[in-house]
Structures are given as C-alpha cells and as structure tokens.
C-alpha cells in the first residue's frame, strides 16, 4: 500500500533549466509535506516542507507546490545545477502520527 | 549536520544469524525511528521511539526488534536474519513527532546471504 507515490524513477535535465519532480498520495490525512535529497552512501538530508494550509513554498532555488484536490506536490528547482544532481524523495505525514511515509524517489540528473 | 553514527557502516551475514545495528546520537532528540531503503520503495519504517524505553512498530516490523535505554542509543535487531532483509537501513531522529523533518545517519548496508 504505497500512499505516496513518485512515478517517474529519473529525470535528467541541462544545467541552468527547470527541474520538476513530481509526487503524487493518496491519504487524505496527510498534512505536512517534505523533500529529502540522498547522495549515494549518505543518508537523506531535508531539502523543503510545505505544510497542508499552502499551497506553496520557497526556498531559494527551491520552490514546493501543493495541489490538494488533486493530492499531488511538486518540487522546483531554477536553475537547475549539476550538485543537484542526486536521488529525490518526497515524504508525507499526519500529525501526531510518527509514521512518515516515502515515496520511491526520483533520480534527477543535470548535464553541464 | 546532526551528530547520528550509525554502526556498522556495512555488514555480511548468513541466514539464521542474528545482527544488531546500533545508532548513535549527541542531539538529545526525543524520537529516534530506523528506515529500511529498498529499490521500488522508497524508506519505509521498521520501529521508532519516543523516549527511554518507550517504543512502536512501523509499517515493516515483523522480524526486528528494538531497544532503547539511554536517550542516546537505538538499537535495531534482528533475531534470525533473513534474505529479504538484505537492504540498507537508516536511523534518524526528530525532536517532536509527527511531520518534524528527520536528520538521518549515513545507513548501514547489510547483505544476509
């Protein structure tokens, strides 16, 4: 039962382009969003949140979007960088519940 | 970046084995919880805790068990090691529950051949 989902395994997208990863789920419940990115042996560091009451969210370079009624986010990257390359995770979680659950994540890769 | 150590960094048993990973923190984060990272499915957790010896099963925790005695060690065992627990896992900590982003140690890849 994967109630978040990303269904696009990589990316791959020019240095200085828009990156768009995409994150759909499906538990209504879910109130707090967020975006881990991973580098290979390391573990997942905390990229951006967004909780339920916005609809989006920036930091920087990086920019979260949620659709509610469709249950879908999506995260931003502008310009895209080639240290940004790295494997994306969106995770989502109810409160007062410690159960957050992950997407498969997204392999994004950026070409000088 | 958070003080988690995660021990070992890599492991290689047989099946029928028991194995304790061990993580360390110097935060003094009240929950600590381990994630098991396996191609297709993203982290999914095993077990978690809120406090010194208070402790709760996650959404795959048949065949670990956990412990907890000092705020600062969370140990994750498994009792008879299986190959389908062939994966890397992660400990992580949050200083308040639900939706708290989580720090996490750099994982421990384990192979149960």
């Known amino acids: 039962d994967q109630q978040v989902k990303q269904n696009s395994p990589s990316l791959s997208v020019q240095e200085g382009r828009i990156s768009i990863l995409n994150c759909d789920y499906t538990?209504?419940?879910?109130?707090?969003f967020l975006w881990y990115k991973k580098y290979p042996a390391e573990g997942p560091t905390f990229l951006i949140s967004?909780?339920?009451?916005?609809d989006k969210n920036e930091d920087g370079r990086f920019t979260v979007f949620l659709n509610k009624s469709a249950k879908h986010l999506s995260l931003h990257i502008v310009p895209s960088q080639p240290g940004d390359s790295a494997v994306y995770f969106c995770?989502?979680?109810?409160?007062?519940?410690?159960?957050?659950?992950f997407g498969a994540g997204t392999r994004l890769t950026v070409k000088p | 970046d958070a003080g988690i150590t995660q021990s070992p960094r890599h492991k290689v048993t047989e099946t029928g084995t028991p194995v304790t990973l061990r993580c360390h923190q110097t935060e003094n984060h009240r929950y600590m919880y381990w994630y098991r990272q396996d191609p297709g499915h993203g982290l999914r957790l095993i077990h978690y805790?809120?406090?010194?010896?208070?402790?709760d099963k996650g959404e795959v925790s048949d065949g670990y068990s956990v412990s907890r005695s000092k705020t600062e060690d969370f140990l994750l065992t498994l009792e008879s090691a299986t190959s389908s627990q062939t994966s890397v896992y992660f400990c992580?900590?949050?200083?308040?529950?639900?939706?708290?982003?989580?720090?996490f140690g750099s994982g421990t890849q384990l192979s149960v051949l």
């Open positions: 992580a900590i949050s200083e308040s529950r639900g939706g708290e982003k989580l720090f």
């Open positions: 995770a989502a979680s109810a409160q007062n519940n410690n159960d957050m659950r």
């Open positions: 538990n209504s419940m879910f109130d707090y």
């Open positions: 805790s809120y406090g010194v010896k208070d402790t």
């Open positions: 967004i909780s339920s009451i916005k």
